[in-house]
């Protein structure tokens, strides 16, 4: 059974700063992994994404702020998260895709941007 579990999520002001993890167990291979985030009354929304070769993407309302990252022997992605935003506050999820194209994802960590 595969499992995501992300952590790092929290309240925090305008203009810090927070880590997210995301472990993943019960797969053997991944490609890419990445996160998605979905605000109180919207849609989900993709954020950032990472090939097996360490290849980031961004969503525009993200980029220069954000990094991914990940850690193939750990099975672990993190997303560094810098100078937040209001319209940064979401439930942040983790996802992986399996070589065969199969989507798994996480249950999600709460952001909180408020002074």
């Known amino acids: 059974q595969v499992q995501l579990v992300e952590s790092g999520g929290g309240l925090v002001q305008p203009g810090g700063s927070l880590r997210l993890s995301c472990v993943v167990s019960?797969?053997?291979?991944?490609?890419?992994m990445g996160w998605y985030r979905q605000a109180p009354g919207k849609q989900r929304e993709w954020v950032a994404a990472i090939t097996s070769a360490g290849r980031p993407n961004y969503a525009d309302s993200v980029k220069g702020r954000c990094s991914i990252s990940r850690d193939n022997a750990m099975k672990t992605v993190y997303l560094q998260m810098n100078s937040l935003k209001s319209e940064d506050t979401a439930v942040y999820y983790c996802?992986?895709?399996?070589?065969?194209?199969?989507?798994?994802w996480g249950q999600g960590t709460q952001v909180t941007v408020s002074s």
């Open positions: 019960g797969i053997f291979s991944i490609n890419d």
């Open positions: 996802y992986v895709v399996d070589p065969v194209g199969d989507n798994y």
